[in-house]
């Protein structure tokens, strides 16, 4: 296995956790079912009703991402 590269398969958060990129996950190939915070497959093996509470939050974060960003007129 290849040594993980900071920034591209990792960072740390706000409280010193190590957090995988969706890029990591992209390279892994699948979802590991644990409900990672960056996941690109839309948490297919996380078990129910976890995956539909995940799905709404990370909805609920794009929203408000959306909201701040100025849109162009």
């Known amino acids: ?3 993980l590269k900071q920034g ?4 740390y958060d ?9 890029e990591y996950h992209l ?3 699948y979802c590991c ?5 960056h996941c690109p497959y839309d948490y297919e ?5 976890r995956r539909t509470l995940f799905l709404k939050e990370r909805n609920n974060v794009q929203q408000k991402a959306n909201k701040q960003t100025p849109q162009n007129r």
């Open 27 to 29: 390279n892994k190939g």
């Open 45 to 49: 093996n996380v078990p129910e009703p």
């Open 1 to 3: 296995m290849s040594r």
């Open 14 to 22: 706000e409280h010193d956790n190590i957090v995988l990129t969706a």
């Open 33 to 37: 079912g644990h409900g990672c915070l």
């Open 8 to 11: 591209a398969d990792f960072y």
